[in-house]
Every structure is written in structure tokens, then in C-alpha cells.
T-cell receptor, first 110, second 114 residues
Framework: DGGITQSPKYLFRKEGQNVTLSCEQNLNHDAMYWYRQDPGQGLRLIYYSQIVNDFQKGDIAEGYSVSREKKESFPLTVTSAQKNPTAFYLC?????????FGDGTRLSIL | GESVGLHLPTLSVQEGDNSIINCAYSNSASDYFIWYKQESGKGPQFIID?????DKRQGQRVTVLLNKTVKHLSLQIAATQPGDSAVYFCAENPLSGGYNKLIFGAGTRLAVHP
């Protein structure tokens, strides 16, 4: 089946630790995105990539980093500089519009 | 399940009734609009979209209406079913984004009662 796979579904981070969230797509889409979702709010864009080996900051990039070495993969690292990392993280991909989403990773602080 | 939508506005409807979910968008230059459905613990699922050169588009049991004069978007769901219970998000693509950027609204929870 074609789709977007995010792993793990739940992730816990200790103080001062970096954690990496995985996002893989087999839709052959050029563009990939990372969003953060907090309770009672809409999705906010963290980073996006329009093509392999290229990515740009979104609206809330501070404390996060990404890489795009392969078309299928767009991992997100939540660094220790992100002081409020507890949220639901969503990855999306697209060939133009619409964007298609994975089922998210829930990150919590231990 | 997810805690998404804890403090969202809620629309409660009876099974079989029609539902109308409204959304006010911010950018008069936006050229593309989309509705997503998000169930607890899942990612948003595409429902229907519309471009700014249209004012109405219909899908299966859903209709999107666009009023550019007042920057208003609505999603109509016919014969609402229990499986329609979810949080619904509208999003717009502002032309100034320079790429396929989406700006999301805060969402509306739809609760369908038997």
C-alpha cells in the first residue's frame, strides 16, 4: 500500500536528550513536511523540503533539525534546545496539493 | 487516544441530519483551500479541496462552499453518520507562501449522536 509511515507512535524524551522521529513515504512525492500539533490548536509548520538535499525552516523551526538525503525519508530531530517538546508530530508529503499525512508520533517528556 | 481538540468548538448533530462546519480564513490572496478530517490518534485525512476560481465543489456526501467576499469557507456533510465524528480542519494556501504551504485553522469537533 502507498502511504506515509511515522515511527515510533509514542516516544519519550529525557531532559537534555535529542530524539529523532522517523518519516518514510512510498508515494514518490518530492515535497515533505513536518508539523507540530498542540491540544486545541491547528497544525504549525516546523520544516519542509521540496526536493532531496534541500529543506527550509517553517514557522516554528527553533529547537528542531531535519535532513533529506533520500526522497523517501525526512527524519526530524527534536533537540535539547526545544524547551517544550511535548506535542503530536505529523509528517506529510505531496506532489503539489493536497498534502497527505502519516498517523503521527506523540512525544512526551519523562 | 490523542488529546487533540480538548478545547475546540464543538458541533453536535443527530445522526441523519446535515452538518455545516464553518471556517474564516485570513488571507484574501489565498488561492487554494482544503478540508481535513482527523480522528483521535490519527493523522489528518483529506476530504475535499477547492480553488479560488470556484465557489462550490461537491464530493460524496460533502460540499465545500467558498465566499471570497467575506473570506469564509464551509463544509457541508449530508446525512451525518457516527463515523463522521472527528475534528475537522480547514486550511488555506496563501500565494505569498512561494510553495505548497498550508495555514491551518484551529479545528472544529463534530459529535454525532444516535
Amino acid at each position: 500500500d502507498g502511504g506515509i509511515t511515522q515511527s515510533p507512535k509514542y516516544l519519550f524524551r529525557k531532559e537534555g536528550q535529542n530524539v529523532t522521529l522517523s518519516c518514510e513515504q512510498n508515494l514518490n512525492h518530492d515535497a515533505m513536511y513536518w508539523y507540530r500539533q498542540d491540544p486545541g490548536q491547528g497544525l504549525r509548520l516546523i520544516y519542509y523540503s521540496q526536493i532531496v538535499n534541500d529543506f527550509q525552516k517553517g514557522d516554528i523551526a527553533e529547537g528542531y533539525s531535519v535532513s533529506r538525503e533520500k526522497k523517501e525519508s525526512f527524519p526530524l530531530t527534536v533537540t535539547s534546545a526545544q524547551k517544550n517538546p511535548t506535542a503530536f508530530y505529523l509528517c506529510a508529503s505531496s506532489a503539489g496539493q493536497p498534502q497527505h499525512f502519516g498517523d503521527g508520533t506523540r512525544l512526551s517528556i519523562l | 487516544g490523542e488529546s487533540v481538540g480538548l478545547h475546540l468548538p464543538t458541533l453536535s448533530v443527530q445522526e441523519g441530519d446535515n452538518s455545516i462546519i464553518n471556517c474564516a480564513y485570513s488571507n484574501s490572496a489565498s488561492d487554494y483551500f482544503i478540508w481535513y478530517k482527523q480522528e483521535s490518534g490519527k493523522g489528518p485525512q483529506f476530504i475535499i479541496d477547492i480553488r479560488s476560481n470556484m465557489d462550490k465543489r461537491q464530493g460524496q456526501r460533502v460540499t465545500v462552499l467558498l465566499n471570497k467576499t467575506v473570506k469564509h469557507l464551509s463544509l457541508q456533510i449530508a446525512a451525518t453518520q457516527p463515523g463522521d465524528s472527528a475534528v475537522y480542519f480547514c486550511a488555506e494556501n496563501p500565494l505569498s507562501g512561494g510553495y505548497n504551504k498550508l495555514i491551518f485553522g484551529a479545528g472544529t469537533r463534530l459529535a454525532v449522536h444516535p
